[in-house]
């Protein structure tokens, strides 16, 4: 079992920059790729960023080049987000993936951009 911790999060202005922070704790040996996706009203679930352990990483789209994803090692992993938009507004979740194809997920942080 890996359990995982969120932090960060806020009401930030559009333009503006805001960090996340997730803790692993438990069977984190077993982690293979650390992540976040994030989930707005009304939509589903989508992946922002994710690290492998090797270093490699992978961004959606929409956040490719204002977000960055980087880790200490497979207990802490960060999202910082700049450029911020209104439509990066949602619930944003901490992920880990086992070498066992197992996701785990944080209990979520709000992120909420507007002025």
């Known amino acids: 079992q890996v359990q995982l911790a969120e932090s960060g999060g806020g009401l930030v202005q559009p333009g503006g920059s805001l960090g996340l922070s997730c803790a692993a704790s438990g069977s984190t040996f077993s982690i293979n790729t650390m992540g976040w996706y994030r989930q707005a009203p009304g939509k589903q679930r989508e992946l922002v960023a994710a690290?492998?352990?090797?270093?490699?990483t992978n961004y959606a789209g929409s956040v490719e080049g204002r977000f960055t994803i980087s880790r200490d090692n497979v207990k802490r992993w960060y999202l910082q987000m700049n450029s911020l938009k209104p439509e990066d507004t949602a619930i944003y979740y901490c992920?880990?993936?086992?070498?066992?194809?197992?996701?785990?997920w944080g209990q979520g942080t709000q992120v909420t951009v507007s002025s």
């Open positions: 690290i492998a352990r090797g270093g490699t």
């Open positions: 992920n880990a993936k086992t070498y066992s194809r197992v996701d785990y």
